[in-house]
């Protein structure tokens, strides 16, 4: 049985720096998302390094932390039942090249790392990253 969720994206420096915030905005409601919380941010380090805790000893985590501070994000709250899976499943696979036609990574992804957006990959994820970019007032 469906139930309403929420879930978080980032439209990550290189979507942002190729002015296509309008266009995956317009596509996430068009999917029947509704946009509860809103902003364009400057990443800091501490911020990212924070945000990617579970990456730090991976090999590619200085390298995203670089990334994702480089240019301003757009965050965003989004809200639907079933949110974080149907989520997911709008911004594909991880790798643009491998994402479904018509997802927002194989429309607007370069490569796994500029990729686009990020999504929360569970509901325990989206509600930790959620409260790491807003406060429950600011989600309306």
């Given at each position: ?25 317009e596509k996430i409601e068009c ?15 501490r911020q990212a390094e924070c ?90």
């Amino acid at each position: 049985m469906a139930h309403m969720e929420r879930t978080l994206t980032i439209i990550k420096p290189d979507a942002v720096r190729n002015a296509h915030t309008g266009a995956i905005l317009e596509k996430i409601e068009c999917a029947g998302f509704k946009i509860v919380a809103l902003k364009m941010m400057q990443l800091s380090t501490r911020q990212a390094e924070c945000f990617y805790v579970e990456h730090i000893h991976k090999p590619f985590y200085h390298e995203l932390i670089g990334y994702m501070t480089a240019s301003p994000v757009v965050v965003a709250v989004l809200e639907k039942e079933d949110a974080v899976e149907d989520y997911r499943r709008l911004v594909g696979h991880t790798s643009p090249q491998r994402a479904e036609s018509g997802t927002l990574r194989a429309l607007y992804g370069k490569d796994v790392t500029q990729n686009a957006v990020h999504a929360s990959d569970s509901i325990v994820s989206s509600q930790r990253e959620c409260s790491f970019f807003f406060s429950d007032s600011e989600m309306i």
